[in-house]
């Protein structure tokens, strides 16, 4: 498979940093039962995407995986999206309360990791 096919992204992973280590936090497409903003940040999120990103297999988890780069204008931008989840999904998930409580210098060591099922490629736009 060409690393230029746009593969349909099944789940983002944001690294938010945590002194020197990350806490891990997982976001799939909106699904039934979950609230809208969820949904609303995976949109987001999988906007970084491009044509140019490297895919690489993960054989131990089965799946494809890419990391976008992102400029920091745009790592605050993911940083103030976080920041705009409702109080309760807030209240709810720790991951998401700690980055919530970043310094905006701190939104620089965001990362973004897409990651794509097998099987899975995206149709042309």
């Given amino acids: 498979m060409s690393d230029l096919q746009l593969r349909a992204i099944s789940q983002v992973r944001l690294d938010i940093p945590l002194g020197k280590t990350a806490s891990l936090m997982f976001v799939e497409e909106a699904r039934p039962g979950r609230a809208e903003w969820w949904g609303q940040l995976f949109s987001f999120l999988t906007q970084f995407a491009s044509r140019e990103m490297a895919w690489q297999w993960d054989a131990a988890q089965r799946v494809f995986v890419a990391r976008p780069s992102l400029e920091s ?53």
């Fill in 73 to 125: 204008s745009e790592k605050v931008s993911v940083l103030a999206f976080l920041r705009s989840a409702p109080a309760d999904i807030a209240a709810e998930y720790r991951t998401l309360a700690r980055a919530i409580r970043l310094d905006d210098l701190s939104a620089d060591r965001i990362e973004v990791v897409y990651f794509s099922d097998a099987e899975s490629v995206g149709q042309p736009e």
